[in-house]
């Protein structure tokens, strides 16, 4: 069965930097195209990026020129690289496999100071 494990979340300070990680198991990993997407108490689930299997990104507007999406398909594993935080990037941020319902548990952002 597939398989998406995230990693990398913490508390940091406004300004800071963190690197999630999502780990996939149970799939092509190459063949399917990821995204990142987060949830803030009370607020939709909002995408945060995405990249296709040869590496072509999107972002949403509000993280542009922060965060970087990147895959390492030797390791199976997606990246959410992400600088200058603020505070309203709180969030549990989700790996997702595009077009489908395939989910992992998710990791807690928090940018406070």
């Known amino acids: 069965q597939v398989q998406l494990v995230e990693s990398g979340g913490g508390l940091v300070q406004p300004g800071g930097s963190l690197r999630l990680s999502c780990a996939a198991s149970?799939?092509?990993?190459?063949?399917?195209?990821m995204g990142w997407y987060r949830q803030a108490p009370g607020k939709e689930r909002e995408l945060v990026a995405t990249?296709?299997?040869?590496?072509?990104?999107n972002y949403a507007d509000s993280v542009k020129g922060r965060f970087t999406i990147s895959r390492d398909n030797a390791k199976n594993t997606v990246y959410l690289q992400m600088n200058s935080l603020k505070p309203e990037d709180t969030a549990v941020y989700y790996c997702?496999?595009?077009?489908?319902?395939?989910w992992g548990q998710g990791t807690q952002v928090t940018v406070s100071s």
């Open positions: 997702n496999v595009r077009g489908s319902d395939l």
């Open positions: 990249i296709s299997t040869i590496g072509s990104t």
């Open positions: 149970g799939m092509i990993f190459r063949l399917n195209a």
